[in-house]
């Protein structure tokens, strides 16, 4: 279930587009694959896709069961788990994990580089994601909207945002774009002058875009909501950065369309992972 269109491999457009131009004196273009004229994306936003899942409250049902009925929890396969609501809330507020386990979701997301930083700091997922060393990265980059909060007020650990000011604002969208554009007209100069893509990517900021896909397990996927979604319901409050906030909200979405009970009885025990 799409979150944003991919627009021609480039994601959906946040903010404009700005047509950066490298050619030789004599007209003509040299390097690895670089078309004239290259639009420049800015996007405010993030892609979430749900490719496959192997995801159903029943899922928990069965693996928790087998410690006690053997093979006859064979019978609890892909059957309706409404009836078992009970055990399901028992296994999260008695923090039984394993049996969450046996849910997997797998996702494509496109997200800037800094949020891609934070989200593989959950190493209970796994990645693969595009490569800047075999392809030509697509000149898509982050800029935030204007409804994202731009001034961080209060001391460490007890901290808010809140927004800036229209000059602020205005500061923080030209910088962006002007830093972006210059940093990707000069990898565009090296590639053109020959150099390796794993070389002249070092020249990109984090704010360009990158795809992957996440498989996460339903346990691993309610860690990765319990740190990086802001919730008053949340026993351990969290504050996470609103760019990788984005991305758990998606996640979110699909895990409670998916396993409603599971995610049910994940925010009645306060939205902390069993």
Known sequence: MPFGAHDGGLGRVGS????????????????????????ITF????????VKASAS?????????????????????????????????????????SPFE?????????????????HMRHRIASYNEESGRYRVLQPTFYVPG??????QTGKTGHYEFVPGTPEQQRLVDTEIRKS?????????????????????????????????????????????????LKSEDSHFPSYPQREIELVAERYETEFARLMPLTHAAFVENGRVAP
């Open 146 to 151: 204007p409804e994202r909060n731009l001034v």
């Open 57 to 97: 409250d029943a899922d928990v049902v069965f693996a928790a069961r087998v410690s006690t009925g053997g093979e006859r929890s064979l019978d609890d396969v892909g059957v309706d788990a409404t009836g078992s609501a009970g055990l399901i809330k028992y296994l999260a507020r008695e923090r039984h994990g």
């Open 43 to 50: 996007r405010s936003d993030v892609t979430v896709e749900l």
């Open 180 to 228: 972006c554009t210059q940093a990707y007209e000069a990898y565009l100069a090296m590639l053109e002058a020959g150099v390796a893509r794993e070389v002249a990517r070092m020249v990109l900021p984090v704010t360009i875009y990158s795809s992957a896909y996440v498989t996460m397990n339903a346990r691993a996927l309610m860690n990765f909501l319990s740190l990086r």
């Open 102 to 118: 046996h849910a997997v979701m797998t996702f494509y997301v496109q997200a800037p580089i800094f949020v891609w930083r934070e």
């Open 16 to 39: 404009g587009q700005t047509t950066v131009s490298r050619q030789q004196a004599d007209g003509t273009t040299k390097g690895p694959a670089v078309s004239e004229p290259t639009q």
